[in-house]
């Protein structure tokens, strides 16, 4: 059963708009949520993060939403770049405290920015 | 400041063979974590490294196996292999336990054929 799932495998968003990436989990034990990003011949990247006590977090043009009712979180990226080409990993762990082991991945959504 | 580097980045290996992968962390970072990543699974966890134990292991069969080394360069084995070890194998490190924010390496591609 898969504990977090990113139903979407690729999203085509044009240059300049909005990329909302979503991800959904089914363990409502989990507490931290992390998303991250990999170029083709490259390892994952991490890119931002948000803990269960907040519904939201923004680093630059990256923000992370989370609706713990619903059990879902979304990746905002505003405005989309041609560099944002790349798989986005969504994680979930029932630790805050951090922790390798607790880590779950979804499949991963393939972004692709059109010129 | 380096990368992690993985070693080697490709390999082809037969049925019933073993494999070891090698991985080196950033300097200075002592946790060192291995994910599988497949089409059909997506990234898994395989184990992760601390201070050279093992802290945790993933639902993997004990076909796969690691250590870690006094400098924080880890290793991991795959024996018996199976067509479906097939994969690409991924290292990450951080500078301690507390830390999400780990840094993959390249990732070394396995098909077992």
């Known amino acids: 059963d898969q504990q977090v799932k990113q139903n979407s495998p690729s999203l085509s968003v044009q240059e300049g708009r909005i990329s909302i990436l979503n991800c959904d989990y089914t363990?409502?034990?989990?507490?931290?949520f992390l998303w991250y990003k990999k170029y083709p011949a490259e390892g994952p990247t991490f890119l931002i993060s948000?803990?269960?006590?907040?519904d939201k977090n923004e680093d630059g043009r990256f923000t992370v939403f989370l609706n713990k009712s619903a059990k879902h979180l979304s990746l905002h990226i505003v405005p989309s770049q041609p560099g944002d080409s790349a798989v986005y990993f969504c994680?979930?762990?029932?630790?805050?405290?951090?922790?390798?082991?607790?880590?779950?991945f979804g499949k991963g959504t393939h972004l692709i920015i059109q010129p | 400041k380096a990368g992690v580097t993985q070693t080697p980045r490709y390999l082809i290996k037969t049925r019933g063979q073993q494999v070891t992968l090698s991985c080196s962390p950033i300097?200075?970072?002592?946790?060192v974590s291995w994910y599988q990543q497949t089409p059909g699974q997506g990234l898994q966890f395989l184990f992760e490294?601390?201070?050279?134990?093992?802290?945790n292991k993933g639902n993997f069969p004990g076909r796969f196996s690691g250590r870690q080394f006094s400098n924080s360069r880890s290793e991991m084995n795959v024996s018996t292999l199976e067509l479906g070890d097939s994969a690409l194998y991924l290292c990450?490190?951080?500078?301690?336990?507390?830390?999400?924010?780990?840094?993959f390496g390249p990732g070394t591609r396995l098909t077992v054929t």
């Open positions: 990450a490190s951080s500078w301690d336990r507390i830390s999400y924010e780990q840094y």
């Open positions: 363990n409502s034990m989990f507490d931290y």
């Open positions: 948000i803990s269960s006590i907040k």
């Open positions: 994680a979930a762990s029932p630790y805050s405290g951090g922790g390798a082991d607790g880590l779950t």
């Open positions: 300097s200075g970072h002592r946790s």
């Open positions: 490294y601390f201070s050279e134990t093992q802290r």
